[in-house]
Structure formats: C-alpha cells, structure tokens
C-alpha cells in the first residue's frame, strides 16, 4: 500500500489551509485484505492513525474508541450534544465523555451494573454487531439467518450478527463461525466501517444500496482538531515509551477441563512496566465465555490467579467476570510482573451434559504510577499517584474446551 494522501485541513476557526502527509510507517503489517478499507477511512477522517504516524492495524479497538468511529462514520458531530455521560468513570473533560453522553442519549450503548462504562475495554465481536446495528437501526430477516455454529438463534447477540451478515458486513475466514469473543482489531473496525461508507441505504442518503459508487464525504466534519486517533490509555503520553504494557500468554491448543479435575493452567498476564516511574498494579477482571448457555457446572467455575507475593480465587460463572482486587504489585521500571491463572469446575456442584467450548480474557485492570519513588520506604504518602497509560496487546488465554 505504496500511496500517499495530501488531506485538506480547513479549521473552523484558523483562516488558511493546512496540508499533512498521512501515510502509515507500519503499512507493511496492515493485512492486504485491509488496505483499501484503511485507505478509505483514513482518507474519510474515520479512523486517522496515531501520533507517531502508526496505524495499528492488529491493535484492539476499545469501547471509547468505538463510539468515536461511529460518530464519524455517521457525521455526527457529537462535541455538539447536551447529553450528559453518567457513569462514574467516565469523567468531565475527558475527550470520550460527550461520545458516551450522546450514545448514550441515542441508546447505543448501555452502562455495567456497577454505574460504569469502562471507557478502556476491548470490544468483542458481538459487542461490536450489537453496537454497529443500534447505530444504523439494522434488523434481521429472521425468515433467512445464516448457520453460525457458535451464533445459536436465541443468544443475545444472535439478531445483530445475523443483520451485519444481511448487510454483507462480516467477513468470512470460517463461514461456520462467527468466533463472537474474537476481539475486534482497528484494520477489522476499518473494513466494516469502508463497507458502510458504501452503502448509501445505511448512510442515509438512499432508500436502496448502490454498490456501484463510492460515497462522497466531507472529511472536515469528522476529522479530530489534531488529525490523530485518541487512546484514553496513551493520550498525552510517548507512546513508545512512556505505557504499562500487558500481553496475554496462551497455548493455541485447548486445555480440556472435566468434572472433577483440579486446577489447570490456562496461560499468564504480563505486565512490562515501560515508564520511567514505578507502577502499582491495583485489580484485574477477567471474562468467561462459552458458546452454549448449558454448559459446565449449574453454579461456577473457580479462577486461581497466583504471582509473587499474591494468590486469590474467585467465583465466575460461564457467562461472567471475576474480579481480582488486592494485587497491589508494585513494577519498577523496566521490570515485568507475571500472574498465572488456572481454572477448574467447582466443587460438589451439579453439572450439564453438554460439552462446549470458551474463552477467558482479561476484561479491564487498574493501575497507579507515582511520579516519585523512594525503594527504602512505602508508597504511602510518597509522590504524585496518577492513572497509569496501559496498552494491552492482547486478551485473550488459553482457549477451553470443557467435558461433562
């Protein structure tokens, strides 16, 4: 993808006209079935790049980030809402927060029990059908649905996949599965997005889908100020550098769990610490999902998360979360911290007879840095804390295949 684009920047209150240069250094690594989708959002002003002139085609989008792109994607200048984001961690000032509010406001989206939004999660596959059919008011035929071994047709996420599968908005490595826990990567995000903008019925400019023709957009009502994608976890920070960087290890074979088994080792989290100040490592959230309802213990499995110095289980039933507070692991920088996680089904518990298989991946995590740091003594009282810039590389663990 050897191109260069020359974007026309007018700024609504600057007179005189800006060009910037905006080809990708890591072109290479888009997929080549990405490169014209990635082409045509960038183009568009949807989806911009980063700081550092990277793309980041394989990087997972999150939730914030989501809302954004389908604001531009629509041309809704959100900045311009009242809508007010009611969730207690999404806080005034923060460049999302009229994104949520006005979603919210427009029932795209829907906040966790907890009263929060969790700005910084990774998005599944069936998070984001669910997300892209509220925002474009698309509804399944349900007289022809596509058979998706792991999309049963009374899962909750079932009439969204089947409606993006209407639309010819899947692609379809598998035309058996649907894989609804895969996360969703940017070049993924820009190849839907690039198949929207060309579909003027889903745009609202048509009453019936012309393939033939591109659409025309005005780029100037949806591009950022700075001409970059925002990160709620790396805004304001060198991102080379300056991030708490964790990745998932996982075997790409499943680990069989059965009645009665013990603990089994469903791969690590690492934690790299890349700033030049210590971290403190507060609570992880892992979740589990299965693609059948009826499968494994009546009640919950239990997750084992050990690490130096640090061991906790916790209850997590086949289609939720469990939360791991208390880790307060303090990294030094340049140094990794690792926690291993292991599974097993519980105890003296009643079981279906359904085999089926699922995923563990880490949901969301908090961190704290200190600007100032003293070895002999406690963090207690000691320096400026502030939310630690994270960039996860991956989420998801050991697949699991589970036997009655």
């Known amino acids: 993808m050897k191109k260069i684009f020359l974007v026309l920047v007018i700024p609504l209150c600057v007179p005189g ?13 888009i997929p080549q079935w990405a490169e014209n989708s990635v082409e045509k959002v960038q183009e568009a002003g949807i989806m911009t790049g980063f700081a550092d002139r990277t793309f980041r085609p394989n990087t997972v989008i999150n939730r914030a980030e989501a809302l954004v792109i389908l604001f531009r994607t629509k041309g809704i200048d959100y900045d311009a809402g009242t809508a007010q984001a009611r969730f207690k ?41 669910t997300i892209l ?23 909750w996420f079932a009439d969204p996949v089947f409606a993006l599968h209407e639309n010819d908005l899947i692609r379809y490595p598998d035309s058996t599965k649907f894989l609804p826990e895969k996360l969703v990567t940017r070049s993924e995000a820009a190849w839907q997005v690039a198949q929207i903008l060309e ?19 005005d780029a ?42 013990d603990w089994k080792s469903v791969g690590n989290v690492r934690f790299e610490n890349l700033l030049e100040n210590t971290v403190t490592v507060h609570s992880t959230e892992f979740r589990l999902r299965f693609s059948r309802t009826n499968v494994g213990p009546v009640r919950y499995f239990e997750i084992l998360v050990t690490g130096p110095g640090f061991e906790q289980v916790q209850q997590i039933s086949r289609t939720g979360t469990a939360f791991i507070s208390g880790v307060d692991q303090n990294i030094l920088p340049g140094d990794e911290y690792i926690l291993r996680i292991q599974m097993r089904p519980i105890e003296d518990s009643p079981f279906y007879q359904t085999a089926g298989d699922g995923t563990l991946s880490l949901e969301s995590l908090t961190a704290t840095t ?19 810039p994270t960039e996860i590389e991956s989420r998801l663990l050991t697949p699991i295949r589970f036997e009655p």
């Open 89 to 129: 961690d999404v806080s005034r000032g923060e460049w999302f927060e009229k994104a949520v509010g006005e979603a919210t406001a427009r029932e795209w989206i829907q906040g966790y029990s907890d009263g929060t939004f969790r700005p910084g999660a990774s998005l599944t596959r069936a998070e984001w059908a």
């Open 17 to 29: 006209i800006v060009f910037s240069q905006t080809d990708f250094v890591d072109e290479d690594d």
């Open 220 to 261: 100037r009502r949806v591009a950022l100020p700075r001409g970059t994608d925002f990160n709620p976890n790396l805004q304001g920070y060198d991102i080379k550098r300056q991030t708490l960087n964790i990745s998932t290890e996982a075997d790409e074979s499943a680990v069989v769990l059965e009645t009665g088994n």
């Open 370 to 388: 200190i600007s100032s740091w003293d070895s002999n003594s406690s963090l207690q009282g000691k320096g400026n804390y502030q939310t630690t």
């Open 199 to 217: 579909k003027p019925r889903l745009m609202g400019t048509s009453k019936v889908n012309e393939f033939s023709a591109a659409l025309k957009r």
């Open 133 to 155: 059919t509220r925002a474009f008011e698309l509804e399944p035929d349900r007289d022809e649905i596509p058979s998706f071994q792991d999309v049963p047709s009374k899962v």
